[in-house]
């Protein structure tokens, strides 16, 4: 999956003649914080509400200092560079760039939910499991294994870590309700049960696991 497919082309880029008066009234109308700065078709940078409220809103935001001047990622960048660069510097928009450097649209926070909500790991019936695993140790192909011989599948996984632990947070998803036998499976096999969550719980926690993801691709 390319950056390119989750383009939002609702967007209109600001100019550098807009006001901070306009970029404000047009970040409460799409309810983000950042906005891109577009002179013809070059990305000159990324504006965020506190850049407008450090300056005087009436001025043109072409005369601001920016406190982030260009991070965009590139039409062929896979998703996960997308997030990381979402969750390392804290953005509610990332805009997208060709190889010339050309602004081509931007992905917002909200589109990028929108995607995870609709794969399959998340629409497909199933339950979460969270192992606590020793770093060393951790084998997903083991996991799986021990998962399939329940009669059941492993629909996604990702790893939580914290460099001060030796250990890390397995989350995985599996493909079935009724999760007893599964879990006896893998405490025989020495894993530890940290949490276990049945569907409506996940849903209800997907945006707690999105930041998760966040946060393990920062690592």
Do not use: C, W
């Amino acid at each position: 999956m390319y950056a390119s497919s989750l383009i939002s082309s609702d967007f209109i880029p600001l100019k550098t003649s807009d006001t901070g008066e306009d970029a404000l009234s047009i970040m409460a109308d799409y309810n983000v914080s950042h906005l891109p700065i577009v002179n013809d078709k070059q990305l000159l940078g990324l504006i965020s509400q506190d850049d407008v409220l450090l300056n005087d809103i009436n001025e043109p935001v072409g005369s601001y200092p920016l406190s982030l001047l260009q991070p965009s990622v590139y039409a062929s960048d896979h998703i996960f560079d997308v997030m990381k660069l979402l969750g390392q510097e804290q953005l509610t928009v990332i805009p997208v760039i060709d190889r010339d450097d050309n602004y081509l649209g931007l992905i917002t926070e909200k589109k990028l939910m929108e995607f995870f909500a609709n794969t399959a790991s998340f629409t497909e019936p199933g339950s979460l499991i969270v192992l606590e695993i020793p770093r060393q140790d951790y084998s997903l192909a083991q996991i799986s294994q021990i998962v399939e011989s329940e009669g059941s599948v492993v629909l996604s996984s990702f790893v939580t870590t914290n460099l001060s632990s030796a250990l890390v947070d397995v989350t995985i998803k599996v493909r079935s309700l009724q999760i007893q036998t599964i879990i006896a499976s893998l405490e025989r096999y020495g894993y530890s049960i940290k949490a276990t969550f049945q569907e409506e719980d996940f849903y209800s926690n997907l945006h707690d696991n999105y930041d998760a993801l966040i946060s393990y691709l920062n690592v």
